[in-house]
């Protein structure tokens, strides 16, 4: 069997691959290939007269039915190496038995952890204060510079009560002493019972009574632009938006026209709607923190998803349905 990793994953999972006895391509990109970059590869192998029975994706791998196609009928599985997989046309995938899986659950404590932590950045302003330090502008202790904002009783409004939502909900609740509320499509018991979250019907209901809020959805064409300029507008005066799920989910635009306004005190962004590009706006709000994709950054995550997605790809070829099938 011939598998093609489009970048270099952490090793635990490439080696799960070779003991099995699998030839593994690795791509040499530097960043992120477009469609283009990758059937070049493809192409490539296929003059030396490789062709691939899997495929591990990153989640700015774009794969549809031409790339299918091109790599052939031989093709089984799409391994993405992410929870998310809207990089992929699933639709396009089931038409010609193509398995799609992702991986699953090994970091929702990190990106939880990473969204309280942008919480506090932005509540204490630390990235403020340490810019503030760095610049020589500190002369002593002053009692009305870079005053913070209390979390402790506030609302946190969730939108996505997944596992990391349910995480968000653990830290900042029974932590924190703040009050949950959130919308899902579908209600989570655990976020109810254990946290004494509040569910409501509807995101706008969340949007209006938050203090802060969370964003934990994927990237499906009903939660792009989420968070626009009619909801920005339902906020809270002085309400904060943390967005560690897909960029596109917040139409930046809007956001930008938010802070100016000051109808919210701030954001946390992890992700951004036109990825690796940054709003030139955004980057220059001393009431913005921007993180450069990294919420799932700890060496135990990464080793789980690299697990996940090997095995993902061993179970398919052995015949047994992948605990991160998505297409089944």
Request: glycine fraction near 8%; hydrophobic fraction near 40%; charge should be positive.
């Amino acid at each position: 069997m011939n598998i093609f990793v489009t970048r270099k994953i952490p090793q635990i999972g490439l080696d799960m691959l070779s003991r099995k006895g699998y030839k593994v391509d690795m791509g040499d990109f530097k960043v992120p290939p477009t469609k283009k970059d990758l059937v070049k590869y493809i192409n490539k192998s296929a003059k030396k007269g490789i062709k691939y029975d899997a495929l591990l994706t990153l989640l700015t791998d774009p794969v549809d039915g031409e790339l299918l196609d091109i790599i052939g009928p031989q093709l089984k599985i799409v391994s993405n190496y992410a929870v998310g997989y809207n990089n992929i046309n699933c639709e396009d995938a089931k038409k010609r038995g193509v398995v799609i899986t992702n991986t699953p659950g090994g970091f929702s404590d990190c990106i939880a952890e990473h969204t309280v932590a942008m919480i506090l950045g932005l509540t204490t302003r630390l990235s403020e204060a340490d810019r503030f330090v760095r610049a020589g502008k500190y002369k002593g202790w002053d009692p009305m510079i870079l005053i913070g904002t209390d979390i402790s009783k506030k609302t946190i409004g969730i939108l996505g009560a997944g596992k990391i939502g349910e995480r968000v909900a653990m830290h900042l609740g029974k932590g924190f002493g703040m009050d949950v509320i959130y919308y899902d499509v579908k209600r989570n018991e655990v976020l109810e019972n254990d946290y004494g979250a509040v569910y409501y019907d509807t995101p706008e209901q969340v949007i209006q009574k938050a203090d802060f809020v969370s964003l934990h959805v994927p990237l499906l064409p009903s939660t792009t632009h989420l968070m626009n300029s009619e909801r920005f507008a339902m906020m809270k005066q002085g309400a904060y938006l943390i967005n560690t799920a897909r960029g596109p989910v917040v139409e930046e635009k809007a956001l930008v026209e938010a802070l100016k306004s000051k109808k919210i005190a701030g954001a946390g962004l992890d992700v951004f709607e036109f990825e690796p590009k940054v709003s030139k706006e955004l980057m220059k709000m001393d009431n913005v923190i921007l993180t450069p994709h990294i919420a799932s950054a700890r060496e135990s995550a990464r080793n789980e998803m690299a697990t996940l997605a090997a095995q993902n790809i061993i179970d398919t070829f052995e015949g047994r349905v992948a605990v991160g099938c998505v297409n089944v």
